[in-house]
């Protein structure tokens, strides 16, 4: 009689499972035929781990319309033109989703990888100029005997998301895989809200929030980008089904480790930000930021993120640290420079256990480029003055001048606008965007210039101790 009850109660929670759109998937998640235990299953929502054997089961809500895992270290899963394929569209009649993993030809807790932010293809004659650049990206990853994977931090392409199949053809050149996150152009935009916008990335690029694991290190991938359901106006947000996500797949790290968060909107650019909220930038960064970075708190992370086309690197805390990226489009492919003045390219990091060190490599140039420097006879603007652009630069960084070989001195930091942006920027009816214009920041370092004084040198020396040095004739 008991046995019966309990079959009637189990008959009537899978009737009321079915009519609430609830159902349990199973599956296995396998390397070479065996199965693979405690890889984290979600759909977005739920989560789960695979078994002794590599098998799941998970409950799933029917409007959750993806299955995927977290890959863990020392694996990768095939990929199609350079997209990894851990994750598989749910279907309506289907129960069991299988996965499949590749054990990795050499142990990855010293690895690398390459993050580039808005490739934004406009124009099918853009593609060119981004194997160029993806060209650039295999010649470094090629310099390194340690495993690389791609990080995309979003807007892929301009507004054309035809050109999706394309795109990942001429990524999938640079040897990589790519992890992507959407960015606001990713989104398919004047329809009536935020949670349809994502449905077409999906079906090419899979979940927009995720994680895998390489090495020691976790990598979190977010969507950030909040389209508000008028034209195509966005704000920087991330919703509470996100965060109620990330909590979970964060309660599978340890506290300590390295994570890695990736973004499309920045969640700071600077101090300022940081300190007092404003409408004027909700478009800009993350205008609910503060709950991320608590949620970070207990890790020693970095969040990487692109959008502006233009360098920020932030010191939030001890332990958390944002590099925003600059444009591997540059100023929309309209130059070869960011507004900002930075060459475009792309970010390089190697994580070897718990360290991480990263630089920035401008495509066409030898990693040793990491400035451009202007004096006051050539610029106006910089009258008695030698100015660096050092695009990379942050706090830890030092930077000095000397003059004709005499005593180094400390050059001060200041915002200006960069010459080189400015003439190549200035006549807009000759770009195909009228909304590339120069753009002011940061990271420039000036010094008053000695009378009499000829040749100047510039040494910048960053926070690992790598130092670049640049000598330029005065007159």
Same mark, same amino acid.
């Given at each position: ?307 502006? /086309? ?7 805390? $001890?332990?958390? +640290?944002?590099?925003? @990226? %600059? =444009? ?104 195909? /965007? ?7 920041? $940061?990271?420039? +370092?000036?010094?008053? @210039? %000695? =009378? ?24």
């Amino acid at each position: 009689m008991k046995r019966i009850l309990l079959l009637s109660v189990a008959l009537v929670w899978c009737a009321m499972a079915w009519a609430t759109g609830v159902k349990t998937l199973k599956g296995t998640v396998k390397c070479d035929g065996e199965g693979v235990a405690a890889v984290v299953v979600t759909d977005g929502e739920n989560f789960t781990q695979t078994d002794a054997k590599g098998r799941f089961e998970l409950v799933s809500a029917d409007d959750n319309g993806l299955i995927y895992i977290t890959v863990p270290s020392g694996y990768s899963v095939p990929s199609k033109q350079s997209v990894p394929q851990f994750w598989q569209q749910k279907e309506e009649d289907k129960r069991s989703y299988d996965f499949t993993l590749m054990r990795k030809a050499q142990d990855d807790t010293h690895h690398g990888f390459v993050v580039i932010a808005d490739p934004q293809i406009w124009h099918k004659k853009e593609f060119p100029a981004l194997r160029e650049g993806m060209a650039d990206i295999r010649r470094t990853v090629e310099g390194y005997d340690i495993p690389f994977h791609g990080i995309c931090c979003g807007d892929v392409i301009s507004y054309d998301h035809s050109f999706y199949p394309t795109y990942n053809e001429v990524a999938a050149t640079s040897g990589l895989d790519f992890f992507s996150t959407p960015g606001n152009h990713d989104m398919t935009l004047y329809s009536r809200s935020h949670e349809t916008s994502t449905r077409l990335w999906e079906q090419t690029f899979g979940p927009v929030c995720y994680s895998f694991n390489v090495g020691k290190a976790h990598y979190v991938v977010l969507n950030d980008n909040f389209y508000i359901g008028r034209d195509y106006f966005y704000i920087g947000y991330l919703d509470e089904r996100q965060f109620a996500w990330l909590e979970k797949d964060l309660s599978y790290v340890d506290e300590g480790a390295t994570v890695f968060v990736i973004l499309h909107i920045p969640s700071t650019c600077e101090e300022k930000d940081r300190k007092q909220f404003s409408y004027s930038t909700i478009a800009n960064v993350m205008t609910n930021a503060p709950q991320l970075h608590r949620m970070l708190a207990p890790y020693n992370a970095h969040i990487l993120s692109g959008h502006t /086309h233009t360098t920020y690197n932030q010191q939030i805390t $001890d332990r958390l +640290y944002e590099h925003v @990226i %600059p =444009a591997l489009s540059g100023a929309w492919w309209q130059g070869t420079l960011c507004t900002d003045g930075t060459p475009r390219g792309y970010g390089v990091f190697e994580v070897n256990g718990d360290e991480v060190k990263w630089y920035y490599k401008s495509t066409d140039y030898a990693p040793e480029h990491q400035m451009t420097i202007y004096f006051g006879e050539q610029y106006p603007q910089f009258a008695g003055q030698l100015v660096a652009n050092v695009w990379a630069a942050d706090e830890k960084w030092s930077i000095e001048a000397r003059f004709d070989g005499g005593k180094a001195q400390k050059m001060e930091s200041f915002t200006a606008y960069d010459p080189a942006a400015q003439v190549m920027y200035a006549d807009r009816e000759k770009l195909d /965007h009228p909304y590339v214009y120069p753009t002011p920041a $940061d990271h420039f +370092y000036r010094v008053a @210039i %000695p =009378a009499g004084a000829r040749v100047a040198e510039v040494t910048a020396t960053d926070r690992f101790g790598r130092v670049y040095t640049q000598t330029i004739t005065l007159k």
